[in-house]
């Protein structure tokens, strides 16, 4: 082989190897997907709720720049509850924010400043600059979300060292990627909707939490906003207050001190 010929293939594999693993596709006979989407769809049925600790980092360009760091106490259920407290200072609470699936209550302790009302879609991105919606995120801290009939496989492809991507699509256009590694862990799902472009989550820092393997580390990018969520102490199905997802108290005490 002449020197030349040698340069040229010594690049060639250089620019393969940047590009990030082959997906190969699979033959339809492969009873992989099938068996990871089972096993992925009976882990999603288990896990109703979470309580943890976390450390969010929140990072975003446009429209103004923004870089979030806090740590807070995280709890959720699904479909779409959720319930944050930022931590401040040896454990103070600086903010709380709560969703109980259809309304929202926001409360600031140093402002004093409470909002509250009917959950829109724009929540999480005036709080967080985040674009998901609640069930969306409640899903992803908790694994991955529940996968309905209306995305069936559309392909199939042996990944990396071991592992299966397996890509789903409907009839309106949208789609939804999983990536499991050689263990069958998720590690990327990547949602697609013709109305809302594409976004990102992915799963690193299993760790066993009463017999679940759970990703302790999630990260997630909607293209205009990159976020990653570090869990720790976490619970799964906890038995929570009924009225953990709301904030009526916190309600009627700002409005009496801020008459």
């Not at 989407?37 to 979470?50: D, K, N, S, T």
Request: net charge negative; with cysteine.
């Amino acid at each position: 082989m002449s020197r030349a010929r040698g340069l040229a293939v010594a690049a060639l594999l250089a620019l393969a190897a940047c590009a990030g693993p082959v997906a190969v596709p699979l033959p339809r006979d492969d009873p992989r997907p099938a068996a990871l989407l089972a096993a992925f769809a009976e882990q999603a049925g288990r896990r109703e709720g979470l309580r943890g600790d976390a450390r969010l980092a929140v990072d975003a360009d446009s429209p103004q720049p923004l870089h979030l760091r806090s740590r807070q106490s995280l709890w959720l259920e699904r479909p779409a509850s959720l319930r944050i407290e930022v931590q401040g200072m040896l454990g103070a609470t600086l903010a709380v924010l709560a969703i109980d699936g259809r309304q929202y209550a926001f409360f600031d302790t140093g402002s004093r400043r409470f909002d509250q009302g009917p959950l829109t879609d724009d929540v999480l991105w005036r709080v967080a600059r985040l674009s998901l919606q609640p069930d969306e995120v409640v899903a992803v801290v908790l694994g991955g979300p529940r996968l309905g009939p209306d995305l069936p496989v559309r392909a199939a492809y042996a990944v990396g060292e071991g592992g299966v991507r397996v890509e789903l699509g409907g009839d309106e256009g949208a789609s939804r990627a999983l990536e499991f590694d050689a263990e069958g862990k998720l590690r990327a799902w990547v949602a697609r909707d013709p109305d809302r472009g594409v976004w990102t989550a992915r799963f690193d820092d299993y760790a066993d939490v009463a017999g679940e393997s759970l990703a302790h580390r999630v990260s997630i990018d909607t293209g205009d906003t990159r976020a990653v969520l570090q869990l720790s102490h976490v619970e799964l199905n906890p038995s929570l207050p009924a009225d953990i997802f709301r904030l009526d108290g916190l309600a009627a005490r700002s409005g009496a001190e801020g008459g």
